[in-house]
């Protein structure tokens, strides 16, 4: 069976199917890629329902006779060992890298397994998020908090050039989390530089990684706190608790703290969104080139619509935190403090194939309901606040008590 999946962030966001409902599970994965289905050969195929057309220039067949002849070259002459998979593997890898996308990649059926377990919040690894830096190196956006990575010592805007002895260069996002990851219990060298001049070394112990994606608490003033570290399946059921929660309580303000968090399912981004905005509400659109393929409205529901709301962001935030972040601002919902978000603007259709594997693929770019598209921009939100080292060292939270005072003084 053959299926096509939205995505996109400096880890991922995932749009699923209606039309699907064994896959989905739980009612709060709402949002739709709607296609056409042609059932002919024993496999269900589907087709982008946009009618998005060919990359121009390329050919409907490929020649394949001068890949066959450096085939039959290595064949020949290669001192070592491959198998057939590992070729054809490495064909299938190289055709997603010639696209020069650090955001489309082909996945290994056991790569695949490993990509959609960070999806679903769930995986063995160390427990940092990853992105690119602006070199096409790998970087670390941020450590989570008391797992593997943060105890070891792993900072934000390190950057990765090794891992296990091998180097990072030119290799995609995707392929470094597959080498990081590992069965707990296992340990993964990583050889770091901090401040573009100090390499260091971490040898880390892979844990089970499995997190709740939002916290929540009340703060003084009777100010709701909710911090959404991940936009997962359990995002939607658990803000939807924290709503109702704070609506009970008459809070006088929300706090909403996106920081760090790289992203996730774009259903529970809009459905997040949708506590707020009124019903219709645009959220986000996607466009290819200047065509509008797809627009999102807010589904209703808006139990906190009106209630005083501060957003914190800072270079961590990407992708479905920034589509809430605009969507909440661009609506007059949110009032935004922190740093400058990760600014990633641009969407994946994950496309899964018959013996497990998967390729992920930029297909569009998504745009604020103001009309601006945030890749490699970020958003820059209304009052700039950083965190210093000595803030750190004395568990000083400037962004947060900004976000307090703002709402104590403003409402």
Not at 29 to 46: E, H, L, S, W
Not at 213 to 222: A, M, P, Q, Y
Not at 371 to 390: L, M, W, Y
């Amino acid at each position: 069976m053959t299926i096509k999946q939205k995505l996109g962030n400096t880890g991922v966001y995932l749009r699923r199917r209606r039309w699907l409902p064994r896959l989905l599970g739980l009612s709060f994965i709402v949002a739709v890629f709607a296609v056409g289905v042609g059932v002919g050969d024993g496999r269900v195929k589907t087709y982008l329902h946009f009618g998005a057309q060919p990359v121009s220039g390329l050919p409907v067949k490929i020649d394949y006779s001068s890949v066959d002849q450096v085939y039959q070259s290595l064949r020949q002459n290669y001192d070592g060992k491959l198998t057939e998979t590992q070729i054809i593997d490495g064909m299938k890898h190289g055709l997603a890298t010639a696209t020069n996308d650090p955001y489309t990649v082909y996945f290994t059926p056991a790569e695949a397994k490993n990509f959609n377990q960070e999806l679903n919040n769930s995986f063995s690894g160390i427990g940092a998020q990853l992105g690119a830096d602006s070199n096409g190196t790998i970087e670390v956006i941020a450590p989570i908090a008391d797992l593997p990575a943060d105890k070891a010592g792993i900072k934000p805007g390190d950057l990765i050039v090794d891992i296990d002895g091998v180097s990072t260069s030119g290799m995609s996002v995707d392929t470094a989390v597959s080498k990081i990851r590992g069965p707990k219990g296992t340990t993964v060298v990583l050889q770091i530089v901090r401040n573009k001049t100090e390499p260091l070394t971490f040898k880390i112990m892979r844990d089970n990684i499995t997190l709740p994606s939002v916290k929540t608490k009340i703060l003084d003033g009777n100010i709701g706190y909710v911090q959404i570290s991940t936009f997962a399946d359990d995002t939607t059921s658990l803000m939807q608790k924290a709503a109702d929660q704070f609506k009970a309580q008459n809070v006088s303000g929300i706090i909403v703290d996106l920081r760090e968090n790289p992203g996730g399912l774009l259903d529970a981004a809009v459905n997040v969104s949708s506590l707020w905005l009124s019903p219709g509400q645009l959220v986000l659109q996607e466009k290819r080139g200047t065509e509008v393929v797809q627009s999102y409205q807010a589904l209703g529901g808006d139990v906190l619509h009106g209630i005083p709301t501060v957003i914190l962001i800072d270079g961590g935030s990407a992708s479905a935190s920034e589509i809430t972040t605009g969507a909440l601002h661009d609506n007059n919902q949110a009032y935004v403090i922190g740093e400058k978000s990760y600014g990633k603007g641009v969407v994946q259709q994950l496309i899964n194939f018959t013996d497990g594997s998967q390729l992920k693929v930029t297909v569009a770019s998504w745009y604020r309901p103001n009309g601006q598209n945030i890749n490699k921009k970020g958003i820059t939100p209304d009052k700039t606040v950083t965190i210093s080292a000595a803030d750190v060292s004395a568990g000083n939270d400037p962004q947060l008590m900004a976000a307090e005072t703002y709402l104590k003084n403003n409402h």
